[in-house]
């Protein structure tokens, strides 16, 4: 089982940035976590970040084509109006993809209410704060995926 962790932009501020919205632990001791959590199960897990747009979509390009069986993604606020990240969402098909937010997004400013990813991803998390990506990764692997088979891509 092997899962792919994608964040967004801001998120390597994680600590520093709105502490009362987004949590005090620093994105390395996120990145720390979610790794210890994966171990602990057996996942092979690989996280990125990344600020700019165009590098999050080729990460999504490359969980589908190195055979990743799940994604976690939280987009940042490109969750509001990126259509180029819908777009790679949608094209990889056979992967299962999770959203989480930090923070509901729903119950903030009115921007951030407008996702447009929701429909092409298979689930949802948001306002669980890091817990939301430990759920998620429980949420791919009780799917027991079996390896994607690459070898035709
Ligand atoms: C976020 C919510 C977004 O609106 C915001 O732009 C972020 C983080 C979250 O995790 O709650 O950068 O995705």
Redesign the pocket.
């Known amino acids: 089982m092997k899962i792919k962790v994608v964040n967004?932009?801001?998120?390597n501020l994680l600590g520093i940035?709105k502490p009362e919205?987004?949590g005090t632990i620093t994105y390395q001791e996120l990145t720390n976590q979610i790794q210890s959590f994966c171990a602990e199960r057996g996942i092979t897990v690989e996280i990125v970040q990344s600020n700019h747009e165009g590098s999050i979509v080729d990460a999504i390009h490359d969980a589908y084509f190195k055979g990743f069986n799940g994604l976690i993604i939280?987009?940042?606020?490109?969750?509001?109006y990126s259509y180029a990240i819908r777009d790679a969402l949608e094209a990889i098909e056979g992967v299962l993809k999770v959203e989480?937010?930090?923070?509901?997004?729903y119950a903030?400013?009115s921007?951030?209410a407008i996702n447009v990813i929701r429909d092409v991803v298979d689930w949802s998390i948001?306002?669980k704060g890091i817990e939301?990506y430990f759920e998620a990764i429980t949420w791919i692997a009780s799917k027991k995926c079996r390896q994607r088979d690459t070898s035709s891509l």
């Open positions: 967004g932009p801001n998120l940035r919205v987004y939280n987009p940042g606020a490109y969750t509001h989480v937010h930090l923070s509901n997004i903030r400013e921007f951030r948001v306002g939301g």
